[in-house]
C-alpha cells in the first residue's frame, strides 16, 4: 500500500458524491487480498461469468423453442439459513461481472432444479432478499435469505451443499409466511469484529515531518511482527476498551461513522443495544479480542468506524469524553479499522416469530444449526482471518498508516477536544482514485 493509497483510504466526504450507496446497509470493507482455501475453490474475478451469462443462449427459452417446457411444481416460500466466507468474493449482493455469495447460490439452485431458468436472471420472479448486505470480502456466520422454490425434493439441501463451494453452506430451511421480508421483518442484527491486541500498542511517537505526499508507510518486518505479536493487553486497557464501547450504548448521532450523511439528516441516527469486548484469546502466539455489537441497523462503514475510534483512543488513552462530541455536529475523519476482523453474526427476526408462533409456523433462527454454525465459523472464518494476518500483517499495516500521517486525527489528544484542525473542512484532502471509489 503506498502511502497515497493510505491517506485517500480514510478521507471519504460529502465532498465524493460518487461514493454514496444505500445507507442502510451493513459495513463496507476495503478490498483485500484473496485467500485460496485449501477445500474450496473460487474462481477469478476476471474469467468468472455473471449470474445472466449462466444461461448460454441455447439453454434460454426463445419464441421458436420446441423442447418441452421443464414440468412445473409448486414453488414454496422459503428463509434459507446459510453461512460463508467472503474471502475472494465481491460481496454478498448479485452484481453482473462480479463474483458475489448470490450468484453461487442461484447457479447452485439452478443447477438442481429449485429455481427454474425461466426466473434465473431476475430475482425479483422469485422473490429474493437478504437479511442483511455483506460487502467485499466480508464473512456471514449467519445469515438468512427467502425466495420462493421448489422444495419438493427430501435431499434438495444436500443437493445445494454439493453444488456449492466449501466456504458457502446452506443449512436449512423453512417456510415462511406470504408477507415475510428477511430485511424488513429483521429487528436487529449482531456483528462481530475480531482483532489482534498488539493494535492497541502505544505509538512510537516518532512523527515524520516530510511532506505527505513524500511519506512513505514502512514495511512490517518479521522481527518486529514477532515482538508485536508477544504483545499482551494489560487489565486496565482491557477495562478502558469495555468503558469505551459501553459509551455507543443508546441512540446516537453516527454521522461522523459513515459516508455522505450529515449531521441534520435524520438517518444518522441510530441504536446501539449492546457492544461488548471478551475477554482475550491466544491464536497461534498471537492475543486477539472479539468485539460484539447488536443493533437495530447499521450504515455503511457504521462499525468498522466505531472499532477504528476505540482502537486510536485505547492506544493514546484518549479521555472518554471525546466519545460525546463525535456524536455533535462536528465533521471529523475517523478511520474504518480493517475489514479482515469483520462477520455477520445472526440476524433477528423476533417479532415475525412471535407472529409465527401464535399462528403454529416455524420460527426463523439458527438453534437448530448451531453446532455446524460454530464448527463452520472456526474453520472458513476465524481460522481464514489469523491465515491473512499472519500472511500480510493488514492490522500493522494500518496502524502504521494512522501513525505516518496524524495530522488527520488531531482529536485524540490528552485533553478530549476537537481541534479546528481535525475538522474535515480545514484538511487538505487529494482526489480519491478511480478503484477505490468502486469498492467503497
Known amino acids: 500500500m503506498t502511502a497515497q493509497d493510505q491517506l485517500t483510504s480514510g478521507l471519504v466526504t460529502e465532498d465524493n458524491p460518487s461514493l454514496k450507496r444505500n445507507m442502510d446497509d451493513p459495513e463496507n470493507?476495503?478490498?483485500?487480498?484473496?485467500?485460496?482455501?485449501?477445500?474450496?475453490?473460487?474462481?477469478?474475478?476476471?474469467?468468472?461469468?455473471?449470474?445472466?451469462?449462466?444461461?448460454?443462449?441455447?439453454?434460454?427459452?426463445?419464441?421458436?423453442?420446441?423442447v418441452e417446457k421443464e414440468k412445473r411444481l409448486p414453488k414454496r416460500k422459503v428463509a434459507l439459513f446459510m453461512s460463508y466466507c467472503g474471502t475472494g468474493y465481491q460481496g454478498m449482493q448479485v452484481n453482473p461481472g462480479a463474483v458475489t455469495i448470490e450468484g453461487e447460490l442461484f447457479k447452485a439452485l439452478i443447477n438442481i432444479g429449485a429455481v427454474s431458468k425461466d426466473n434465473a436472471v431476475d430475482q425479483k420472479k422469485v422473490g429474493f432478499m437478504r437479511a442483511a448486505r455483506t460487502d467485499k470480502g466480508v464473512h456471514a456466520a449467519g445469515q438468512v435469505v427467502n425466495l420462493k422454490m421448489i422444495v419438493e425434493d427430501p435431499d434438495i439441501i444436500e443437493k445445494l451443499n454439493a453444488n456449492l463451494p466449501d466456504q458457502i453452506r446452506v443449512w436449512g430451511y423453512v417456510k415462511v409466511m406470504t408477507s415475510f421480508h428477511s430485511k424488513n421483518h429483521c429487528d436487529s442484527r449482531y456483528y462481530e469484529y475480531l482483532m489482534p491486541t498488539y493494535v492497541l500498542m502505544p505509538p512510537s511517537g516518532q512523527a515524520d515531518s516530510s511532506p505527505l505526499e513524500e511519506r512513505q508507510i514502512p514495511p512490517s518486518t518479521e522481527e518486529e511482527m514477532a515482538m508485536k505479536r508477544q504483545f499482551r493487553i494489560s487489565p486496565e486497557?482491557?477495562?478502558y476498551v469495555r468503558n469505551a464501547l459501553n459509551n455507543y450504548k443508546g441512540t446516537h448521532n453516527f454521522h461522523n461513522f459513515t459516508q455522505g450523511k450529515s449531521f441534520k439528516d435524520a438517518s444518522s441516527k441510530r441504536f446501539i443495544m449492546g457492544?461488548?469486548?471478551?475477554?482475550?484469546k491466544i491464536i497461534n502466539g498471537c492475543e486477539w479480542v472479539s468485539l460484539k455489537v447488536h443493533g437495530q441497523a447499521f450504515m455503511i462503514h457504521q462499525i468498522r468506524k466505531m472499532v477504528g475510534l476505540i482502537i486510536l483512543m485505547a492506544r493514546t488513552n484518549t479521555p472518554l469524553?471525546?466519545?460525546?462530541?463525535?456524536?455533535?455536529?462536528?465533521k471529523i475523519n475517523i478511520p474504518k479499522a480493517p475489514g479482515l476482523g469483520l462477520l455477520l453474526e445472526k440476524p433477528v427476526f423476533s417479532a415475525y416469530n412471535r407472529k409465527a408462533k401464535d399462528m403454529n409456523r416455524d420460527p426463523v433462527e439458527f438453534d437448530n444449526y448451531q453446532e455446524q454454525v460454530e464448527g463452520f465459523k472456526q474453520k472458513y472464518i476465524y481460522d481464514a482471518m489469523v491465515k491473512v494476518e499472519e500472511e500480510e500483517n493488514i492490522f500493522d499495516q494500518w496502524i502504521k498508516g494512522i501513525d505516518t500521517f496524524p495530522e488527520f486525527y488531531t482529536y485524540i489528544n490528552p485533553e478530549g477536544m476537537i481541534p479546528e484542525s481535525a475538522l474535515l473542512c480545514n484538511q487538505v484532502r487529494p482526489p480519491v482514485k478511480q478503484e477505490e471509489k468502486q469498492d467503497s
Open 29 to 66: 470493507p476495503q478490498p483485500e487480498k484473496k485467500l485460496v482455501l485449501e477445500s474450496s475453490t473460487v474462481p477469478e474475478m476476471q474469467s468468472s461469468p455473471s449470474l445472466e451469462s449462466t444461461l448460454t443462449n441455447a439453454e434460454a427459452p426463445t419464441a421458436d423453442d420446441t
Open 237 to 239: 486497557t482491557l477495562d
Open 275 to 280: 457492544f461488548d469486548c471478551s475477554d482475550p
Open 321 to 330: 469524553s471525546l466519545m460525546e462530541k463525535t456524536f455533535e455536529e462536528n
